[in-house]
């Protein structure tokens, strides 16, 4: 293989929401003990884009049922990440691009009663300085450290 031919790169798109309340606090759930990637960690709801699904609107809206056992309406698209996989804690995805894409939405309607998926263990409203003090995943720490560098 020459040097200009090489294995493509796996692509791993994931989509998250910033759910907000009446209030601007935004929704953080916790993983579970079994999670494979990072335990007790506090993130934002979403997840990976599945197999055949192609919009990243009904990703974000999926995710939202599975993980928090609401709807939601998006109520904005706001900025995405990405980075390569190197920590090897998930052998599969190592060396994968990983790109997030961010939403701001609202639960619809609004005082739907959270209902947590067995992947996660709690969950809580929070502001964005509170947010910042928590055990953070790392696609909702990327997240906070462009918002911060964006303001």
């Excluded at 791993?12 to 309340?21: A, E, L």
């Excluded at 209902?115 to 409203?125: A, F, G, R, V």
Aim: proline residues 4%.
């Amino acid at each position: 293989m020459s040097s200009f031919e090489r294995e493509p790169q796996k692509l791993i798109i994931s989509c998250r929401t910033i759910i907000k309340d009446n209030t601007g606090r935004f929704l953080l759930v916790q993983r579970g003990p079994t999670d494979r990637y990072k335990p007790f960690s506090w993130e934002i709801p979403g997840g990976k884009m599945d197999q055949g699904e192609n919009n990243k609107v009904q990703t974000a809206k999926r995710e939202a049922m599975e993980e928090i056992g609401a709807d939601i309406k998006i109520t904005k698209r706001l900025s995405s990440t990405s980075h390569v996989i190197s920590d090897g804690i998930i052998p599969e995805y190592q060396g994968a691009l990983f790109l997030c894409f961010y939403f701001e939405a609202k639960l619809d309607p609004f005082y739907q009663e959270i209902k947590l998926s067995e992947d996660h263990i709690n969950y809580k409203w929070v502001t964005l300085d509170e947010a910042k003090k928590l055990d953070l995943a790392q696609t909702s720490l990327d997240y906070f450290e462009k918002l911060a560098i964006e303001h």
